[in-house]
C-alpha cells in the first residue's frame, strides 16, 4: 500500500440533480469522519457545485470541476471558467478526461492551455491520461502516456506535485467493467512516475500521486490499492452509489 494518503475521487459525469448530489454529500459528510485515512473529492456537473459545496464547505472533503475553459471569461457559450469553479467553491478540476479526449475532441494543445489556466487560477488539477485499446494492443502504451504528459505539460519548469495529480485511465477500462489487472495499472503507474522524471529532473516522483480509473468497484479496489503507486482512486459509475463510494475508500485507508 501507498505511503501517500489515497484519493478517492467522485467523478459523477451527467449525473446526479444539484439535490441528489446535496443528499449524497450529507451522507458522506457523515460517513467520512470514520474515515480519515483517504482523501474524498467530489466532481459534480457545474449545475451541482453550489448545492454540494453548501455542505461540504466546512468539512475536510474536497470539491472540484469536472472540465473548464482556458480563458479568463468571453464569449464561449456553454463553457466554465477556473473563476466560476472557485466562487462555487472547488479547489479542484479535472482536466483531459477521456471522455472530453475522446467524445468532444479536445488536444493536447488545448489541455495544456486548460492546466496553465487552472494551475495559475490556484486550482489543483487531476491531469486524466490514458491510452485506447488498440494502442494497449499494439504495445505502445507506454509511448502514448509519454506523449500526452509531454504535451499536457510543455512549458512547466517544474511540477507542482501539491497541485497536479496524474489519473491513469486506460480507455478501454472506463465504464466498460473491464478493469486492468493490478500488474497492468502498476506497470502504467511506474512508467508515469518514470516519465516525469525524464520531464522533471527536479522531480520528487515519490511525492506524486497517480490514480487509478477505469471500472474501479467494492470488488475490485482492494486487489488494485495494494499495489506500490496506486495512490487511490477516480471513480465514475461506482461513485454514484453512496454505499458503494464508501465502502471503495474504506478498502483503500492506511493502514494505522
Ligand atoms: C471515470 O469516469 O473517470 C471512470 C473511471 O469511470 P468508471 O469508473 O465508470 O469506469
Redesign the pocket.
Known sequence: MSIRKPIIAA?W?MNKTPQEGYQFARQLTAKALNLPGVQFILFPSATGLDHVHEVLKDTAIGLGGQNLHSAEEGAYTGETSAGMLKACGCQWVIIG?SERRHIFHESDDELRAKVATALNAGLKVVLCIGELLEEREAGSTREVLERQLRADLDGMDALPVDRIVIAY?PVW???TGVVATPEQAGEAHAQVRAILEGLFPTLNASELRVLY????KSSNAASLIGIPGIDGF?????SLDIDEYVKIAELSQLEA
Open positions: 467523478n459525469k478526461h485511465e477500462a472506463i465504464g480509473g477505469g471500472s474501479v477516480l471513480i465514475g459509475g461506482a
